[in-house]
T-cell receptor, first 113, second 108 residues
Framework: DAGITQSPRYKITETGRQVTLMCHQT?????MFWYRQDLGHGLRLIYY???????DKGEVPDGYVVSRSKTENFPLTLESATRSQTSVYFC????????????FGPGTRLTVL | DAKTTQPTSMDCAEGRAANLPCNHS???????VYWYRQIHSQGPQYIIH???NNETNEMASLIITEDRKSSTLILPHATLRDTAVYYC?????????FGAGTRLTVKP
C-alpha cells in the first residue's frame, strides 16, 4: 500500500535494551522526520533527514540514533532505552521544498519498563 | 521560528462554523502559518497553510490578519469527526514546532 508505515505499532521493552523503530514511505519523499509525543503534549522533533545519508538533529536528539541508507526507510534506534523515552513516536515525510506539507505515519507506542 | 498562542480548548455545535484563533505576534516576513490536526491518537493531519493571503481548500479556510500577527482557522460546517486537537505552527525551517494546540470538541 502506498503511504507511510511504522513498525512495530506497540513495543514494550526494558531499561537498557536497544530498540529500533522502523519507518517506511512509498512516495520517494526526500525528507523524513522523527517526532515524539508525550502524554498531553505536542510533538517534538528528534531527528530529520534531507536525503539518503544526510541526517540532522532536531529539538530532542539525545539518546537516539538514526540512519538513512535508502530513501524510503528511516529507522530510529534507542541504543540504551530509558524510562523517560516512554512515548508515542511519529514518523513523517515530505517532498523537497520547506513549505510542503508533512505526511505522518500512524505512530509507535513505546513503553520502557 | 515564531511562537504561537492558542486557546486550550473550544466547543462547537455540529453543523456550525468552528473558528479557531492563533496568535503569532513575533512572526517574521518569510514564515508561513500552518494548521494541522490530530484526531485521538492518530498521526497529525495537514489542513492548510498560508503566508499573507487568505486561503481556502476542501477542508477549511485560513484567515490571516493584515499585520500577520494572528490568524483564524475556519471549519465551515463542523461535524463530530472534526473533534481533534488543532495545531497552529509558524515556520520557515525544517523544524516544525508543535505546541499544545486547541482541543476542539464538536457537540451534537
Amino acid at each position: 500500500d502506498a503511504g507511510i508505515t511504522q513498525s512495530p505499532r506497540y513495543k514494550i521493552t526494558e531499561t537498557g535494551r536497544q530498540v529500533t523503530l522502523m519507518c517506511h514511505q512509498t512516495w520517494s519523499h526526500s525528507y523524513m522526520f522523527w517526532y515524539r509525543q508525550d502524554l498531553g503534549h505536542g510533538l517534538r522533533l528528534i531527528y530529520y533527514s534531507a536525503a539518503a545519508d544526510i541526517t540532522d538533529k532536531g529539538e530532542v536528539p539525545d539518546g537516539y540514533v538514526v540512519s538513512r541508507s535508502k530513501t524510503e526507510n528511516f529507522p530510529l534506534t534507542l541504543e540504551s532505552a530509558t524510562r523517560s523515552q516512554t512515548s508515542v513516536y511519529f514518523c513523517a515525510s515530505r517532498e523537497r521544498g520547506v513549505y510542503n506539507e508533512q505526511f505522518f505515519g500512524p505512530g509507535t507506542r513505546l513503553t520502557v519498563l | 521560528d515564531a511562537k504561537t498562542t492558542q486557546p486550550t480548548s473550544m466547543d462547537c455545535a455540529e453543523g456550525r462554523a468552528a473558528n479557531l484563533p492563533c496568535n503569532h505576534s513575533t512572526i517574521s516576513g518569510n514564515e508561513y502559518v500552518y494548521w494541522y490536526r490530530q484526531i485521538h491518537s492518530q498521526g497529525p493531519q495537514y489542513i492548510i497553510h498560508g503566508l499573507k493571503n487568505n486561503e481556502t481548500n476542501e477542508m477549511a479556510s485560513l484567515i490571516i490578519t493584515e499585520d500577520r500577527k494572528s490568524s483564524t482557522l475556519i471549519l465551515p460546517h463542523a461535524t463530530l469527526r472534526d473533534t481533534a486537537v488543532y495545531y497552529c505552527i509558524v515556520r520557515v525551517s525544517n523544524d516544525m514546532r508543535f505546541g499544545a494546540g486547541t482541543r476542539l470538541t464538536v457537540k451534537p
